[in-house]
T-cell receptor, first 114, second 113 residues
Framework: EPEVTQTPSHQVTQMGQEVILRCVPISNHLYFYWYRQILGQKVEFLVSFYNNEISEKSEIFDDQFSVERPDGSNFTLKIRSTKLEDSAMYFC????????????FGPGTRLTVT | GQQLNQSPQSMFIQEGEDVSMNCTSSSIFNTWLWYKQDPGEGPVLLIALYKAGELTSNGRLTAQFGITRKDSFLNISASIPSDVGIYFCAGHNYGGATNKLIFGTGTLLAVQP
């Protein structure tokens, strides 16, 4: 069964460093998302991406964040200058298309900022 | 912003018992989804609901889309140890520019063998 994959599973970085989290969405899906989950809390929407551009972003997704689909399969989230409060699980998700809200999530990347 | 409140926050039950949990909002949603999350893993989609009043089953799980469109319910029958995890509701509402989901606060389920 097709699934969303994410790498790395765990990333440790120092405050102020740049990180890139990678995702491979399900191949026939057209919408891609990043969500964040701080330890013990609910899942929060960061950004959605369709047709090679951001379609919606939350207030969490400030200028330090960017997303890219560099090729036909990868979808990345970059944090330019990490802060301690960026420590969280980051989940990539994908869905088939407009009107279908069934999003399938990857296993997540645990980001630890020290 | 929009909030989805889930209750109960946690449940500790014996294997074989039935479980009920719910999700409520002050806003109308046009789609409700239920996810299960194991520790350190991503949410796994269990059930999707698209119409008010809809009742949908997936094995021992049954979910309902409330007729007010402001709530949803999940029932698990004859619980087993592998049902342990956190159950999240998620909703999508009309007027959204995209397919953004709003997640609930979660219900932690513990099942004692």
């Amino acid at each position: 069964e097709p699934e969303v994959t994410q790498t790395p599973s765990h990333q440790v970085t120092q405050m102020g460093q740049e990180v890139i989290l990678r995702c491979v969405p399900i191949s026939n899906h057209l919408y891609f998302y990043w969500y964040r989950q701080i330890l013990g809390q609910k899942v929060e929407f960061l950004v959605s991406f369709y047709n090679n551009e951001i379609s919606e972003k939350s207030e969490i997704f400030d200028d330090q964040f960017s997303v890219e689909r560099p090729d036909g399969s990868n979808f990345t989230l970059k944090i330019r200058s990490t802060k301690l409060e960026d420590s969280a699980m980051y989940f990539c998700a994908s869905s088939v298309g407009r009107g279908n809200y069934e999003q399938y999530f990857g296993p997540g990347t645990r980001l630890t900022v020290t | 912003g929009q909030q989805l409140n889930q209750s109960p926050q946690s449940m500790f039950i014996q294997e074989g018992e039935d479980v009920s949990m719910n999700c409520t909002s002050s806003s109308i949603f046009n789609t409700w989804l239920w996810y299960k999350q194991d520790p350190g893993e991503g949410p796994v989609l269990l059930i999707a609901l698209y119409k008010a009043g809809e009742l949908t089953s997936n094995g021992r799980l049954t979910a309902q889309f409330g007729i007010t469109r402001k709530d949803s319910f999940l029932n698990i029958s004859a619980s087993i140890p592998s049902d342990v995890g956190i159950y999240f509701c998620a909703g999508h509402n009309y007027g959204g520019a995209t397919n953004k989901l709003i997640f609930g606060t979660g219900t932690l389920l513990a099942v004692q063998p």
